[in-house]
């Protein structure tokens, strides 16, 4: 009687069955079909409006955004400082470094791009939001930050209201500072959002659009601490 074949020891393991084999191959072509519509349907996938070939134009929103932010940016990490030095109290005081920081760190990326890009930091024309549809734009000279009244852009303070800030004290400075970031955050959410939606260049749209999600954020904090202190957004 012929002994039956030992396979066990052989070193080869039976394989499944073909018809198995093949199911196993199907739901294989299935999970990697499913995995790129995904990718091409997550944000900052392909499903994206493709980046331009090269670099915008001195006029565009890309440039025009990145400009005119790094400015309004610049009277944030101001102002943040400012009160810093007007109050003890720690809630603001952290605030105030949160924003500080954040906003240097942003305004740095921006002023990147435009250095990537070969563009002016400054507008040709000496102009601010014109690369929205020119309701906004504020021509400018030279003594435009000598401390005159009016704002360059929405949501900026006014020389007078910069004043104002660096004479409080405690809790003044604390309820000034709250209403005139709450204030400039507002502006700048408005700013941020055209260019999430303008913006040609796939990174400035998505720094674009966490700017505007992080100031938002950071207005309730601010309308909670202005509450607790008696007062409101203007």
Not at 70 to 79: I, N, T
Not at 177 to 191: E, F
């Amino acid at each position: 009687m012929t002994a039956p074949t030992d396979t066990a020891g052989s070193g080869e393991a039976a394989g499944p069955p073909a018809p198995v084999r093949l199911l196993y191959a199907g739901a294989a072509v299935l999970v990697a079909l499913a995995l790129a519509l995904w990718v091409l349907a997550t944000p900052g996938s392909g499903a994206e409006k493709p980046a331009p070939a090269g670099p915008p134009a001195v006029g565009s929103a890309d440039a025009g955004f990145a400009r005119d932010m790094a400015v309004h940016h610049q009277q944030a990490v101001e102002m943040s400082f400012v009160v810093r030095d007007r109050t003890d109290d720690e809630e603001v005081r952290r605030l105030a470094y949160d924003i500080a920081n954040t906003q240097a760190n942003q305004r740095g990326m921006l002023l990147g791009r435009l250095d990537l890009w070969g563009l002016p930091k400054v507008s040709p024309d000496g102009s601010y939001m014109a690369w929205t549809d020119g309701s906004h734009a504020h021509d400018h000279g030279d003594d435009a930050f000598a401390g005159k009244d009016g704002a360059l852009m929405p949501g900026m303070a006014t020389g007078a209201e910069l004043d104002k800030l660096r004479k409080a004290e405690g809790k003044d400075a604390e309820v000034l500072y709250l209403q005139l970031m709450t204030a400039h955050h507002m502006g700048g959410v408005v700013m941020a959002s055209a260019c999430a939606r303008r913006c040609e260049d796939p990174v400035e749209r998505r720094l674009a659009q966490g700017m505007a999600d992080a100031q938002e954020s950071e207005m309730r904090l601010m309308a909670d601490l202005l509450r607790a202190r008696g007062s409101s957004p203007r």
